[in-house]
């Protein structure tokens, strides 16, 4: 709790009572001042006022401080976020006087420097004088900001998006779609080019990278380049889509955005042995080309909707994975501090995802920028207050926060442990945990009980996850609502057979419930008064209508309806984005008034409208890359770059490096050793609930599985782990899975030079690569011409040749001055070659 | 200001490493019209300042503070009296004096225990801040929120603020380094660039906790060829920026290709580079013997089994102060030292002496070599944990304690032989001179230069800082 937090309880329990609350007339402020009072407020305390308070405490201020404006008499009596700053007469109650008196630094006015003792003598006698001050007038901050929810309606990203018809252009025989008529009329505007068009190779590897994540093969490139049809990029383009592939990597993009991770992360790291099933999900969704209204219902509400069958029911319950596997303090003391913060989690969540604004914002005050009043925020709160989160974890040291799982249908979903649970190892188990139980039990030392208790969790919680046959259970993470009155839960503890952790569930809500907003957002400062359940009034004029339910899958509804004037333009931008490396709108994450406004809003428009007949997302890729703008070449041009820099109106295909995931899986596709077939569950899943690093029980296999040089799957697949990102990854800009990210960074450091030069992946990988060109071809220039269809899918220029051969003769005989027998001289050169290859810029790049 | 271009052309290795500035420009072209720099070369903080670089001796698991620094003769006086209520959740909450001996030092008179004999010759060196206080008695959040300012929501860590400040004097090197962090408590956070840019991330060396290889080997990750001679490599590379230069030549402008080449080179000095500094073999008899690496001193091996880190020896806590004074003399901005092993609920007496004599030799050596060196005075030492410990015992050890405890500094201008603060007469809670985890970073940011309120990285829509929203410079401590 933040020292504000502590200091605003403080006043809430002193000062907060309302008979003070609201001082009106006879409340003992001296209303007519005598001469002598007014002289003294004049030579003692307004000058004090002026030079010390002024500055954070007027209307003139800069920013006004805690509210409080000490300029008029009225603000002075009426005080600021904390309550009065003056009890009349009661010196030692007011809270001006124990500012200033410096006792508490929190607390303490003015923060920096103590007055002199007698200036705050003066002060206390002007309070025990009953305040005595002429200054009429409102108490107004110049610029308090007030949320005008009406006003904030007119905000471009909060009006329906507008269908226009598609501009006039100069060079009509350029453009052939609508996108290229939108764009092509800004660039005419300007005054510039388009650069010319990509060549065939170019454009292959291209589409190749961004459906996929994978570069073409050189067959699929030489195919390619020989198909003369006039359809023969859109041919490839629909095979790129059908692939399995696609979902892999534009799964990958989402959850980004949905922060997928297989822990908890923040302060005790814990595992989430299910979460992979929300990875999956998503895949699959994006392969299925799921309508992608239906997919924000599900990953909301999944449960609450009717499925006809087992498999489906399951499929839904998974979805709303979505809100359980966000970051958590499992050793957080205060029930109701961790439900607040798990729902304001969901609600960050779900309002950057789905509709691009950060409404969490609006926690503890009014949102700074966006007319988001903290009511909206309470009414969303309620919502998911009255949801159970079902995150699974285990009581251990550190972790007092365990949650039950969903229990998934017989046989409606694969399960990650392959072996039953024998009947010997049942025994073991139950043996080992008696034999915990009295060890426990005949120790009266708590502390020396803390490990064997945590053992006792561990050793329960495996065979927990075991039917009583030895089956394992079929388990999710994922939401559901609370009951509707009453509620089942009765707090526990103090927790565990260590006897450690808090007692429970004060405060927290049990049944569906509104929420009271809770003032800066303290668990201890909840106001008298409820919020109805709702969404945020700037987006709509009408409540939303809640018959039974926590109202989830009625704000499910909303942000995926037709009439939500962000939830399509936020997932057109991101798929704009993916697809030209920048969205319309620049600040993908953020469409409020902090992020910057669409450089093309009636493309955006045009794309969220069409998006919005069938919310198919494939059929939005394919809109966009058989546009003429995707075709463009990536090539400089200087009279355009002076004018459009950022390349905004998009004036050529800007290059980029590859992201993480789509370099390490080009590397494993290029070596050969590419294991396309989806791993199921995770290394995660199959060590089970636990923390994360646990070298006192038994190993510390997931650190090393992390970054497995061996492992050859899709990057996709790989651990999670929240703080121990696989180094493959956390080096070249995957997201700190903790944050919600819709638009990753690039950034080119050392590190990645040093990850590409030494480590044991990407030397493995070109040792791959140097075999299969080593058996398959016979001369070396065969072979470097190999290597460069390979690696680029184009042959190599006759200098490319030339320099190749000189750097394989120059390399072998270094290798030869480091005494590296004769024998295996070939092998290493043809390695570092294809390591070189791997360290280029135009592998790494795609244009 | 030169041109990306003149820079290239004018470095003598060819490749620049000050061509970074075209990752910045091009980065800045995107975010708005800032002028172009190289985010990592030397800046000037707001003001001038005595400290330009700082080692943080970061003493994992909440070293207690009335044992050490903070002399409570009360505290022994009250020995196994009941303490005051609702203090001590163990142990049945009764006053447990030091069982060590406090005595002043130096011209200052400072007290310090007997726990520290070498440390307490530079006591005249030390400024202490006896009225620490942080939110929570809680390893993992105190142990962020002392890094990152809060532990809520994932921050920039102290080190890598302080290196997007004022950025790194030594292009061969990264500018902040963690020697052998934990990796609980946040693990990775606590050295990592949150939203800041990742070029101002820590670099971890070596990795941390108990067991084989915590506390003790110095490794970077990748930082070396497992095949490859340096000589090999150089050929390998040479060919990878020849083609780098082909496809620069062929698009024209490409400030990304441009900072992939230089990115290379600088990650190929630091494998020639940083192995050196970290390899202590030049060094003197003398130096090592100062440190306490050779010669004893720096007790023994602790943790459970017997094994982890320990002050002596090669991997010891004292080769590690070395360490981070040959990357401070190197240049680098911030280096991190990890001594773990603080969190004394058992056994305080005989576990205490034993963590405090393990780096009482190796501090000491420290600040006589930054001394005797001259980069004391420019160099900002800080030392603490995550929070303190109760008065009152926890069996034979104590509780932990967020209320009140004790960290200093010494050198960079801070006052030498000064105490700042203190916690009422048994040591629960700060009473005066309070000083929150905020207003002590705040007050190291305004050491090096930098008003912490101005110190803001634009994120999430809102400008972001160390101290969130909150902390106060402790104007006393300032020289």
Known sequence: MSRFALASIALALGWNSPALAQPTKGTG?????????????????????????????????????????????????????????????????????????????????PPKAKLPDAVIADFEAWVKMGAPDPRDGKAVASNKYVVDVEKGRSFWAFVAPKKSPAPEVKNAAWATSDIDRHLLADLEKKGIKPVGDADKRTLLRRVYLDLTGLPPTSEEMEAFVADAAPNAFEKAVDKLLASPRFGERWGRHWLDIARYAESTGKTAN????????????????????????????????????????????????????????????????????????????????????????????????????????????????????????????????????????????????????????????????????????????????????????????????????????????????????????GGGFTPKGPFGPGGFGPKGGFGMSRSIDDSPIYTRGEPNQPTAEKVARGTLQVMSKTPLKIKTGSGRLELAQWIASKDNPLTARVMANRVWMHLFGRGIV???????????????????????????????????????????????????????????????????????????????????????????????????????????????????????AINDPKNTHRSVYMPIVRDNLPEALALFDA??????????????????????????????????????????????????????????????????????????????????????????????????FCQALFASAEFQYRK | MFTRRQLLQSTSSGFGYLAFAALAQEQAARASSEAATNPLSPKKPHFPAKAKRVIFLCMDGA???????????????????????????????????????????????????ELFPELAKHADKLCMLNGMHTDLPNHPQAFLQMHCGIFQSPRPSFGAWVLYGLGTENANLPGFITLSPPQNNGGPVNYGASFLPAMYQGTKIGRGGFGPGGGGSQQVSNLKNPKLTLNAQREQLDFVQS?????????????????????????????????????????????????????GGGGRPMG???????????????QQCLLARRLIEAGVRFVEITMPGWDHHRNLKDALTNSCSAIDKPIAGLLADLKQKDMLKDTLVIWGGEFGRTPSGQGDGRDHNAKGYTMWMAGGGVKGGYTHGKTDDYGFEAVEGKTHVHDWHATVLHLLGFDHEKLVYKHAGREMRLTDTKGNVVKEIVA
């Open chain 1, 29 to 109: 402020f001296a209303d007519k001042p005598t001469q002598d009072q007014l002289a003294f407020f004049e030579k003692k305390i307004r000058p004090v006022l002026v030079e010390s308070c002024y500055n954070c405490h007027s209307a003139q201020a800069e920013k006004v401080k805690g509210e409080l404006l000490l300029d008029t008499r009225e603000g002075i009596r009426k005080g600021g976020a904390t309550g009065p700053s003056i009890i009349p007469g009661n010196v030692e109650r007011s809270p001006l006087i124990k500012g200033l008196r410096h006792k508490d630094p929190d607390t303490a006015m």
């Open chain 1, 270 to 485: 814990f595992n989430y042995p299910h979460a992979w099933r929300y990875r999956d999900y998503v895949i699959a969704a994006f392969n299925a080309d799921k309508p992608y209204d239906q997919f924000i219902k599900e990953q909301l509400a999944g449960d609450l909707m009717p499925s006809a069958d087992p498999k489906t029911k399951a499929e839904r319950i998974v979805a709303t994975g979505f809100l359980a596997i966000g970051p958590k303090a499992l050793n957080e003391n205060s029930s109701l501090q961790f439900e607040l913060d798990i729902v304001d989690e969901q609600i960050d969540v779900t309002t950057q995802a789905f509709l691009g604004i950060t409404a969490a914002c609006a926690r503890c005050h009014d949102h700074k920028f966006d007319p988001i009043p903290t009511k909206d925020y309470y009414a969303l709160a309620g919502i998911f207050r009255s949801t159970e989160t079902c995150y699974g974890t285990v009581r251990f040291v550190q972790s007092q926060r365990p949650s039950p799982l969903i229990a998934l249908p017989a046989e409606s979903a694969p399960s990650a442990i392959a072996k039953k649970l024998t009947a010997e190892e049942r025994t073991a188990t139950e043996k080992e945990i008696a034999d915990l139980k009295k060890k426990i039990a005949e120790s009266t030392d708590r502390l020396a009980n803390i490990f064997p208790a945590a053992q006792l969790s561990m050793a329960q919680s495996k065979l927990d996850s075991y039917e009583a046959d030895g089956t394992p259970k079929l388990q999710a993470m994922g939401a559901r609502d609370k009951p509707e009155r």
């Open chain 1, 586 to 704: 620049s600040t993908a994450e953020n469409f409020g008034a902090a992020g910057q406004p669409p450089s093309n809003p009636e493309l955006l428009d045009h794309l969220a409208i069409s998006f919005m007949e069938d919310w198919s997302v494939k059929k939005l890729v394919k809109r966009i890359v058989m546009s003429h703008a995707y075709q463009l070449d990536s090539k400089f041009d200087k009279a355009a770059f002076e004018v459009d820099p950022d390349n905004a109106l998009i004036w050529r295909m800007s290059p980029r490096r590859l992201d993480a995931e789509s370099l390490r899986d080009s590397m494993l596709a290029v070596s050969g050793q590419l294991d396309a077939t989806p791993p199921v569950g995770s290394v995660v899943a199959r060590t089970g609930e636990g923390p994360v690093g646990r070298p006192r029980l038994g190993g510390d296999g997931i650190s090393q």
């Open chain 1, 735 to 832: 997201p700190d899975p903790s944050l919600i990210t819709a638009d990753r960074p690039t950034t080119t450091v050392p590190s990645q030079g040093l990850f590409i030069l030494n480590n044991p992946f990407v030397i493995r990988s070109s040792e791959a690569v140097a075999d299969k060109l080593l058996k398959s071809t016979t001369t070396e220039t065969e072979r470097i011409r190999a290597a460069y269809l390979t690696f680029y899918g184009r042959a190599p220029g006759e200098k490319e040749l030339a320099t190749a051969e000189k750097f394989l003769k120059g390399f072998q005989a270094q290798l030869a001055k480091d005494r590296v027998p004769a024998t295996r001289q070939e092998r290493e050169t043809w390695a570092a």
């Open chain 2, 63 to 113: 070293p207690s503070h009335v044992d050490t620094f903070d002399y409570k003769p009360k505290l022994t006086a009250d020995d196994g009296k009941a303490a005051p209520a609702r203090r001590g959740v163990f142990g049945g909450g009764k006053l447990m004096g030091s069982p060590f001996k406090f005595e002043k030092h130096g011209d200052s008179g400072m007290w310090i225990s």
């Open chain 2, 243 to 295: 083609l780098n230069q082909n496809a620069l030549e062929e698009v024209g402008t490409n400030p990304e290709i441009e900072g992939l080449i230089s990115s290379y080179e600088l990650a190929f000095r630091m494998q020639g580079e940083l192995p050196k500094l970290l390899d202590t073999s030049n060094e003197t008899a003398a130096t090592l013997k100062m440190y306490g690496i050779e010669g």
């Open chain 2, 304 to 318: 459970p089994g017997g094994f982890g880190p320990m002050g002596g020896g090669r991997g010891g806590f004292g």
